[in-house]
């Protein structure tokens, strides 16, 4: 009797378990089904819209009229956010495909500086319709490279699944017609030279984005030695090491590099007087023994040490047990976005953990700043008038088709959530509005801030 009890027992679990597995498999099949169609549709929207962007492109160089100019500019900078958006849902993460996005961006970027701007004042430029007749025919290049790929897929029925597989696993001996297909995509955009492509496509000249404020004598190796032992802050020479970068680099520089136990360093100085590009020191910092306020001193110390005048603090913040500090440059009371310097203090010691001066050596010039034809007062009747404006500051910032232009900058309150507003002081244009989240509102807005540390 017990016997035959057990065997049924064992037979519901087992026949309990079968459907459990049964279920299981089908739940899992279910998701591989959704995950595959979200795949395909993603894949040929994106053919679809490269098709798109092409013919729009090609529409825009037809185009006579200069009313309907820029709101074709409008749909291929749309076009071309999908596009990107279509990438980003493909299993394409462990594929380098960023030549490929760069390159689409480039394209956004373009028209939309492009149609922002009053084309009947300001038409196209001859290097600008160059431009875009090069951009025409590169697109049409991957549409078509594009189209070959979706007809291989829809003519053997192929599935994204296995690429996603194929590129998890790295295998490198798998035949994947669409992995290769997209590799091929990827290459032909990084074979199209930067003449046609990055120069023209930042929205400002080469030149504004050229290293202008490099000044002094032309250090050698064993000069550039002594400056990072200076910075990094050690004695000895034994694990240091330094790199003079080759042909090719924005900027002549030496790399410097350190390392002993659990503290590796990486700094970036220029070969023309020595000036520290960038520096990052990885180590992990201890309890904190110094306020945020102490840190920043330290930053300000090192500021001047090396030599930067004028600097003014924008935002501190704390992370974990290191300070973050964004300085910006001040010229006659005026604060200068695109000279910024972002410097990383450990609260542990005080110890100099990070930095970056890029944007600063790019853009830092005397300029001539107007005075504003608009009082402070006007500016601000150009404000929400339900906004509660707490701060207010002159300052120089970079508009949405690359020029400086000088602007009211307004720090305020709108429902409880807090705004950053630049009115131009020049014609009352509402130039910028960004909303600053819990720890910006301290820390601040990063207009032309690229952070490298």
Do not use: C
Request: charge should be negative.
């Amino acid at each position: 009797m017990i016997r035959w009890i057990l065997i049924g027992v064992l037979t519901i679990g087992i026949a309990g378990t079968a459907f459990w597995g049964y279920q299981e498999h089908q739940d899992k099949n279910a998701i591989l089904i959704q995950a595959e169609n979200t795949y395909q549709r993603a894949f040929h929207e994106l053919s679809y819209n490269m098709d798109l962007l092409n013919d729009k492109i090609g529409t825009a160089l037809a185009m006579n009229s200069k009313e309907r100019l820029s709101p074709q500019m409008v749909e291929i900078w749309r076009l071309t956010s999908e596009a990107i958006s279509d990438v980003g849902q493909l299993p394409l993460t462990l594929l380098p495909f960023n030549k490929t996005e760069e390159f689409l961006a480039n394209i956004g970027d373009f028209t939309y500086r492009t149609a922002v701007r009053d084309l009947k004042k300001d038409p196209l430029t001859d290097k600008e319709t160059a431009t875009l007749e090069e951009l025409y025919k590169q697109s049409g290049e991957l549409k078509n490279e594009l189209r070959q790929v979706q007809h291989v897929v829809l003519e053997e029925n192929l599935r994204w699944m296995d690429v996603q597989l194929a590129l998890a696993t790295q295998d490198e001996q798998s035949d994947n017609t669409i992995v290769d297909g997209f590799k091929t995509v990827e290459k032909k955009v990084e074979g199209y030279t930067e003449s046609n492509t990055n120069a023209s496509l930042t929205g400002t000249s080469s030149k504004e984005h050229e290293y202008q404020f490099l000044n002094g004598d032309k250090l050698d190796k064993n000069e550039a030695l002594e400056k990072g032992k200076k910075l990094f802050n050690v004695n000895n020479d034994n694990n240091l090491t330094v790199t003079k970068s080759g042909k090719g680099s924005d900027i002549p520089t030496y790399s410097i590099s350190y390392k002993n136990g659990n503290k590796n360093a990486y700094m970036d100085i220029s070969q023309k007087g020595g000036h520290p590009i960038t520096l990052l020191v990885n180590r992990t910092t201890k309890e904190q023994k110094i306020s945020l306020n102490k840190g920043l001193e330290k930053a300000k110390g090192y500021l001047e040490e090396n030599g930067f005048k004028d600097m003014t603090i924008f935002s501190s913040n704390q992370f974990s047990n290191v300070g973050v500090y964004s300085f910006l440059y001040k010229q006659d009371d005026v604060r200068v976005f695109s000279d910024a310097i972002e410097v990383k203090v450990a609260l542990d010691n005080g110890d100099l953990l990070g930095f970056t001066a890029r944007n600063y050596f790019m853009n830092h010039k005397k300029r001539d700043i107007p005075e504003p034809k608009l009082s402070v007062k006007e500016a601000k009747n150009k404000v929400n008038p339900e906004v509660k404006i707490n701060e207010e500051h002159m300052a120089v910032i970079d508009n949405d088709i690359g020029e400086e232009v000088l602007v009211y900058e307004f720090l305020g309150v709108l429902d409880n959530e807090t705004y950053r507003i630049f009115i131009n002081a020049m014609d009352g244009t509402e130039e910028k509005v960004e909303k600053l989240d819990g720890t910006e509102i301290n820390f601040a807005m990063r207009t032309r801030v690229q952070v490298s540390v």
